[in-house]
């Protein structure tokens, strides 16, 4: 996991980008080919000629990319662990011996026809490395302006994660058995003491879905004291892979959803059903809940789903998918992020 | 006066057991000084009324948010016993309803709560009135899910769903469903509001429900030349007439 300072909170948008992030690199592909378009554009005198360039800017264009872009994908956990002006200097530097590189082995390739000089050598180098400075000013340009969202998703996040019917509820609920059963009582406390302490943790690090699951088995234990039989509780974890990192505080609002909107409101209870499990290289959570739709009563939920879907964005951009499946008797949240474990 | 002697008949309504176990935790510690009895106890609204109108209870401690029936429509339909009790809400977090309380000087009780306020509410609760059922009514925005019609000393619920009419007659409105027909004093224009999203008015004294339209017919009296539009409902015999004002809905629904 990247070392994060946690006291200053902007420091967190003046970092590398993921140069493993599927979003990442195909913004990175888009950018450099766009601005050889553009180039390219400046320069042609005719559509041919424009069509001409480009062609033979590609033939050096695309190389040095791609072989950027691995390089970059191989290195992404050292990158990460420089800070921002030392990762900025090794980056930069990087796409000029590349571009330096190609352009000496390969150049005779490319400009035969005009034949090769030094200077062409050092336009090349310049030239990419112009190119590095404006795409590492997208990313960190983007990091910032969105930067306000990550800090009003976690305020959000807050608020709307536990909710506060639960948390008056549970207390209600621990005063009501701690004159008959005070060891049960007990129990109860710790697992709020340890449910509050995740909620108000700084949550930007990921955690073991292991630790994600015990969590949220807390959580229920303490809504089947209040619900008592009416809850009951369908796990499947037998394929999940409990050294999946996954952002904190996922699995628990999602369940809080569950039973706040659909075991509640029914007289008689219900099962919820949770799924994780790994196939490939994607992580699955999947929670269905019975649900009985009574007027309009749903925007609270959407709320809280609306927050974890924003979470999802913002940690693995378009590599997680959220979508929901809902019927006229139960409703079913179905994530899929990158399967990460931990590595150091 | 003598009925102050008697002791409290206090009864809590509560679909969470830990809940209700607090109640009774705290009520016995209220008897100490307050005399009170707790008369009953329920997890449902449904399960309350039916105890309520066995047992007369001068105190109803009703939960807000529960399945089957929340505890405002519940508080509703014991306002028209006999003797309605004196009703206080409790509810862990819900500010829209607290704020309502506070503005009609409803009690309530907020949990976790608190011994203290317990006692206050139980002892103001001996010199309080009921609160009018109108009040009760603006507390939410939701209508109700049942009318209550009270059948020798029970009380029967019937779900408006089931209801497809309901008619102004004299001092009462009849509530006509496919098998049954109740009476109930309430007032037709109250009514319409109230559930303006399933009736529809077809004439001065008359809503029926929309979804439950089959179809119009013109209908000629025999005495009078002039021939008007009724409605038929799915599974009921009779025509009900629409009045010349309401005829526009012959258009709109058909």
Not at chain 2, 40 to 49: D, F, M, P, R
Request: charged letters at 25%; glycine letters at 4%.
């Amino acid at each position: 996991m990247p070392k994060e300072r946690s006291i200053n909170q902007n420091n967190i948008s003046d970092a590398l980008p993921n140069f493993r992030n599927l979003g990442v690199v195909l913004r990175i592909v888009l950018i450099v080919n766009g601005l050889a378009i553009f180039v390219a554009m400046t320069q042609a005198a005719s559509i041919q000629d424009l069509g001409q360039r480009l062609l033979f800017g590609s033939a050096y264009l695309q190389p040095v990319l791609i072989s950027c872009l691995l390089i970059l994908y191989i290195l992404k956990d050292i990158l990460r662990r420089l800070d921002y002006r030392q990762g900025w200097g090794a980056v930069l530097l990087l796409v000029a011996a590349v571009s330096g590189t190609i352009a000496l082995l390969g150049g005779d390739l490319f400009e035969s026809s005009i034949g090769y000089s030094a200077f062409q050598l050092w336009q090349h180098i310049v030239v990419s490395v112009t190119v590095a400075v404006i795409t590492l000013g997208y990313f960190r340009f983007r990091a910032h302006a969105l930067s306000p969202a990550v800090a009003s998703a976690r305020l959000q996040a807050l608020q709307a994660r536990i909710r506060p019917h639960f948390l008056f509820n549970t207390i209600n609920a621990v005063l009501g058995i701690v004159r008959s059963d005070p060891k049960r009582a007990e129990g109860a406390l710790e697992d709020m003491a340890d449910l509050f302490r995740m909620a108000m943790a700084d949550n930007r690090e990921l955690v073991t879905l292991k630790r994600e699951v015990e969590l949220s088995r807390q959580y229920l234990a303490l809504e089947q004291l209040r619900l008592g039989d009416r809850l009951a509780i369908n796990w499947q974890t037998e394929e999940m892979p409990s050294d999946a990192l996954i952002p904190p505080l996922m699995l628990q609002p999602l369940l809080e959803n569950a039973v706040y909107h659909g075991i509640e409101p029914m007289h008689e209870g219900g099962e919820i059903t949770i799924k994780l499990y790994r196939s490939g290289k994607d992580m699955h959570l999947d929670v269905y809940n019975p649900y009985q739709t009574q007027g309009n009563k749903h925007s609270g939920n959407e709320m809280a789903l609306m927050n974890i879907r924003e979470r999802l964005l913002l940690q693995f951009d378009v590599e997680a998918s959220y979508s929901v499946d809902s019927g006229k008797d139960y409703y079913r949240v179905h994530i899929i992020i990158p399967y990460i474990r931990e590595e150091y | 006066m003598s009925v102050v002697e008697l002791p409290l008949a206090v009864f809590v309504v509560d679909d969470e057991p830990p809940a209700r176990n607090r109640l009774k935790d705290l009520l016995a510690d209220c008897a100490e000084q307050l005399p009170l009895t707790l008369v009953g106890e329920a997890g449902n609204g449904v399960e309350a009324l039916d105890k309520l109108s066995e047992v007369h209870a001068d105190v109803v401690l009703i939960d807000i948010r529960m399945p089957q029936m929340d505890g405002i429509e519940l508080a509703q339909h014991l306002n028209k016993l006999h003797k309605p009790p004196i009703i206080v809400f409790t509810t862990a977090y819900d500010s829209y309803a607290v704020n309502a309380f506070e503005q009609r000087a409803i009690d309530y009780l907020l949990k976790p709560i608190r011994l203290g306020r317990l006692f206050e509410a139980l002892t103001r609760a001996r010199t309080a009135v009921p609160v009018r059922s109108e009040v009760l009514q603006e507390l939410t925005p939701e209508p109700r899910k049942n009318l209550s019609i009270h059948e020798r000393g029970k009380i029967v619920l019937v779900p408006i769903e089931q209801v497809l009419f309901l008619r102004a007659e004299l001092k009462y409105i009849t509530v006509r469903t496919v098998e049954n027909e109740y009476l109930i004093e309430e007032s037709l224009i109250a009514l319409e509001k109230e559930f303006a999203a399933r009736f529809i008015r077809i004439h001065r004294n008359c809503l029926v429900a929309k979804e439950e339209i089959e179809g119009f017919e013109k209908v000629a009296e025999t005495d009078n030349s002039e021939a008007h539009w009724a409605v038929r409902l799915k599974g009921l015999p009779e025509l009900l007439p629409i009045s010349r004002r309401q005829q526009f809905i012959v258009k709109e629904f058909s």
